[in-house]
């Protein structure tokens, strides 16, 4: 693939970026910022009774947080991240199997899903305001991190064992065993890294449970979005050739023929 259609795939997966993201932040602010609202009304009512009512002066105000703090982080995260996926999608293309630009980007998406967000999510889930120790905040937040890493660099060991198996297993059986590697490897490390229980017995789990089933929802929007959107882009940008030249393949065809 030349310069120009690594530099086209890469605006049109930021501007995917950019639209997952405001889809994701719909999604954030309809259905999470609610349960972030009665989390910060839990910790603020646990403050007052324990320290008489005294109130903290806000640097930034809850509204400028749920508005524009949110739509800010989200389209940042969506444009930055459409540009690497951009990137990835356009080095995967023809090289992960016969699949055409729209399967290829709806597989890298999935794939991002899982391995950045999913498997470090079910070791290291996100906690609402009230929840988790502040001495430890620094620890948890460099294994998530460290989480993150360590799965995306395992599943592209995996994508290459694969590959390399398939000669020898055929491309199931060898996708299969790649597969397997990784979730053994992955469980391995989901159990010998730390692990965080901070939550409070008078937190509410049913609070608990619905904060975390919309970080997990957001996510699964904006790379749900971004799949469908860049694999569209993407096939309109790559396949218009092949289109023009069969048109007028079949158009000399007609001429000759009359």
Known sequence: MNSISVRALLVRGMLAGLIAGALALAVAYFLGESQVDAAIALEEAHSHAGHGGGEEEELVSRTMQATGGLATALLVFGVAAGGIAAVVVSYALGRIGNFGPRATAALIAGAALLTVYIV??????????????????????????????????????AVIVGKR??????????????????????????AFLPSFDEVGKDFPASLLWKFRLSTLAVQVTFWSGFGLIFGYLTERLLTPAAGAGRQEAEEGAVVGAS
């Not at 609402?128 to 905040?137: L, S």
């Not at 065993?177 to 490390?189: L, T």
């Open 120 to 157: 470090p999510f079910l070791k290291y889930p996100a906690n609402p305001p009230a929840v988790g120790n502040p001495d430890t905040i620094g620890q948890r937040t460099t294994l998530f991190f460290l989480m993150v890493a360590l799965s995306v660099l395992l599943a592209v060991a």
């Open 165 to 190: 198996l398939a000669p020898g297993l055929g491309n199931w059986n060898a996708t299969i065993a790649a597969a397997a590697g990784f979730v053994v490897v992955i469980g391995i490390a989901h």
